[in-house]
């Protein structure tokens, strides 16, 4: 599956999951773009994509706005010359300290709809008159297991995955005519800063007697919900990601796929 001299940029790629898809990009021959509203961590992401011997370009980005994912595409442009791949990965929990609340208050939902559902639509729309062009392009957005299934305390989070699921069919069958396949990926439990907030929340909610560490209580929930009990990685996501960009998945589009170990099945 390699992607020799491809151009991918990657939101939300300079921690967790996004790491891992650039670095497995990186590997597959690709130069990577790691657009990030950290800087300073999409830098260090930077450097091992170098060090893989490819080309990398740090942009500051804020997906939530469509200026700045309009820019993130133009310094792309600039950079580059072309957009080949662009994967929709960045995410939030809520907004503001979302892991100190029981249940998500109304500006938990305004912001997960604003990263997780508009900045894959700005994104797409960002890059989609560029690909259109060119009549090929590659994009995949990146939901989860739990746009699969409700939740009851992390129910904003759930809806906006959901959504993400359906705007990835629906950009699937308007760019289908143009040679440009859109797909999803939904992961399930992967410990990551994010799943280092969720563990911290839930564990606020245990009696003090039976609190665990955050990591412990992460291995406790894998062991109860994953039937091949082992917790998914980044690279894992990475190594899905190439498969679906590159050439042995051009008929491919409008699927959403789950990496979860087994615990969701539809
Ligand atoms: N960790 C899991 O178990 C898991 C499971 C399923 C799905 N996901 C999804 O995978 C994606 C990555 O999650 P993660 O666990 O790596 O999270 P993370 O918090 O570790 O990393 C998210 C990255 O997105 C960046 N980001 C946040 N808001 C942004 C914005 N407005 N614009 C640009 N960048 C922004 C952050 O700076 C960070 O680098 C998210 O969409 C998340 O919802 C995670």
Redesign the pocket.
């Given at each position: 599956m390699q992607l020799d001299d491809r151009i991918a940029i990657v939101?939300?790629g300079?921690?967790?999951?996004?790491r891992g898809i650039a670095a497995v990009l990186a590997q597959r021959g690709a130069h990577v773009v790691i657009?990030?509203?950290?800087g300073q961590?999409a830098s260090e992401v930077a450097r091992s994509v170098e060090k893989a011997g490819r080309k990398a370009l740090v942009v500051e980005?804020?997906?939530?706005r469509r200026t700045s994912t309009d820019a993130m595409v133009a310094a792309t442009l600039a950079a580059f010359g072309r957009v080949d791949i662009l994967v929709n990965?960045?995410?939030?929990g809520g907004g503001k300290e979302w892991w100190s609340r029981t249940t998500g208050n109304s500006g938990d939902w305004d912001r997960t709809y604003a990263?997780?559902v508009m900045?894959i639509v700005h994104g797409i729309e960002s890059v989609q008159g560029h690909m259109k062009e060119r009549r090929q392009g590659k994009i995949v957005n990146?939901a989860?297991?739990?746009g699969r299934r409700a939740s009851a305390w992390f129910a904003h989070y759930s809806a906006s995955k959901a959504s993400a699921i359906n705007v990835s069919q629906a950009y699937a069958l308007r760019l289908a005519p143009f040679n440009i396949n859109v797909n999803c990926i939904c992961?399930?439990?992967?410990w990551?800063?994010?799943?280092e907030k969720i563990s911290e929340r839930r564990l606020s909610t245990v009696a003090a007697a039976q609190r665990v560490s955050p990591r412990e209580f992460f291995l406790q929930q894998v062991k109860a919900n994953v039937p091949l009990g082992r917790e998914q990685t980044p690279e894992d996501v990475g190594k899905l990601t190439a498969f679906l960009v590159s050439d042995a998945a051009r008929n491919i589009t409008g699927q959403s796929i789950n990496l979860n170990g087994g615990s969701v099945k539809n």
């Open positions: 939101t939300g300079a921690n967790g999951i996004g657009a990030d509203i950290d961590a980005a804020d997906v939530s990965n960045a995410g939030v990263v997780n900045g990146i989860s297991t739990a992961p399930g439990l992967l990551t800063p994010l799943w």
